[in-house]
Nanobody, 120 residues
Framework: QVQLVESGGGLVRPGGSLRLSCAAS????????MGWYRRAPGKQRELVAS???????TYGDFVKGRFTISRDDNKKTVYLQMNTLKPRDTGVYYC??????????????WGQGTQVTVSS
């Protein structure tokens, strides 16, 4: 069974940095897009960043050069380096990956979410 496990969230002061990690485990034959989404209090979930298996990257408009997404396919892990964090970055951050497991097609899997709180 495929699982995504996130780590790296926490409390940070404005202007600080955090690095999120998301590792996929289980029976995996291929991973296509990997990405991060977030849900701020009272708002809908939104894309933070995504990276394709070919390295193509998309960022949410609010990122504005502050975040960097990367992946290590050998470790089946995607990372999100977040710098210059602002209070409005507060929310639950979810990892998502399109994975081919025991079925012959890719399916979307989500992590359980990790809380990021930016506050002084």
């Amino acid at each position: 069974q495929v699982q995504l496990v996130e780590s790296g969230g926490g409390l940070v002061r404005p202007g600080g940095s955090l690095r999120l990690s998301c590792a996929a485990s289980g029976t995996i034959f291929g991973i296509r897009d990997m990405g991060w989404y977030r849900r701020a209090p009272g708002k809908q979930r939104e894309l933070v960043a995504s990276i394709s298996s070919f390295g193509g990257i998309t960022y949410g408009d609010f990122v504005k050069g502050r975040f960097t997404i990367s992946r290590d396919d050998n470790k089946k892990t995607v990372y999100l380096q977040m710098n210059t964090l602002k209070p409005r970055d507060t929310g639950v951050y979810y990892c998502k990956a399109d994975i081919r497991g025991e079925t012959p097609w890719h399916s979307a899997y989500w992590g359980q979410g990790t809380q990021v709180t930016v506050s002084s």
